[in-house]
């Protein structure tokens, strides 16, 4: 129990710092630090930055594709893709962090942990290519996944950082006005 509690303090730590710093500007010591622990314990329980950030991706996708999938689980058409918006927003409201991650670091190439953010592309994009496919047989599944999650997650930042104001449900709409 201990030794979780721990794991959970580095990943915490990790990637509150990771979002704001970038993964380069983010050193182990600055990890440890800031999770009290000792340096040691980062690479005890992760073998490597690299490790730590692989299982901060693999563990955020798993929890962020859970929620799609359940969100929309029985839903059909637009009423799938509604959900699916909603519950993205939810997801970055309650875990900003992972979000911005997410943004920074989808695109980046020749990292050790691109298969670990592929999983972003087949899991949770594929949560919307899955309503993609059924609501518009004419559209390829894959692009507009892609500008559907993507126009969410934007989106999502935009009214975290720059709009706090705003409600979910103003976001919301101006993303499905977009689709619809």
Request: proline letters at 2%.
């Amino acid at each position: 129990m201990r030794a979780t509690a721990t794991r959970d303090h580095i990943v915490e730590a990790a990637l509150a710092l990771v979002a704001d710093r970038g993964f380069t500007a983010t050193s182990v010591d600055d990890i440890a630090s800031a999770a009290g622990v000792a340096k040691g314990s980062v690479f005890y329980n992760f073998g490597s930055k690299s490790g730590l950030f692989e299982a901060i991706i693999t563990e955020g996708v798993a929890r962020l594709t859970a929620a799609l999938r359940a969100a929309s689980d029985d839903l059909h058409g637009r009423d799938a893709l509604e959900a699916l918006v909603t519950e993205l927003l939810t997801q970055i409201r309650a875990h900003p962090d992972f979000a911005k991650l997410m943004v920074a670091e989808t695109f980046r190439t020749g990292r050790s942990w691109q298969d670990s953010i592929r999983l972003v592309r087949e899991e949770s994009m594929g949560a919307f290519a899955a309503v993609v496919v059924e609501t518009w047989p004419d559209r390829d599944p894959s692009l507009t996944a892609a500008a559907l999650f993507g126009a969410t997650l934007l989106a999502g930042l935009e009214w975290l950082v720059f709009q706090p104001t705003r409600t979910l449900d103003d976001v919301r709409a101006a993303v499905l006005a977009t689709v619809h």
